[in-house]
């Protein structure tokens, strides 16, 4: 399954597999701060969605790129495919 077909519902028990922790992380702003400085993630605004993407140390190209209908949603997305790839 891409990455970017996953549910929010789907979100924490994948998250969890990508963070390499055993208990189900909640997902919340204070999470996805963490992630946002730690993976170096940029946000942006899409009209109706949100882009996170994560752009590596060439800056040329994207590594990691994913969109959500909210920003958590982006995020958790862009760190899952950062970690796991794009296919799960």
Known sequence: MKVS???FEQLP???AIA???KTTPVIDW???GKLVEK???????SYSRW???Y??????????E????NAIEAVVKCFIEKKLGNEI
């Open 55 to 64: 752009v590596g140390p060439r800056s040329d190209s994207r590594e990691a």
């Open 39 to 45: 993976e170096k993630i940029s946000i942006v605004r």
């Open 5 to 7: 077909e996953l549910s």
């Open 13 to 15: 028990s994948i998250l």
């Open 66 to 69: 994913q969109v959500g209908d």
């Open 51 to 53: 882009n996170a993407f």
């Open 19 to 21: 963070m390499k922790v």
């Open 30 to 32: 204070e999470l996805c």
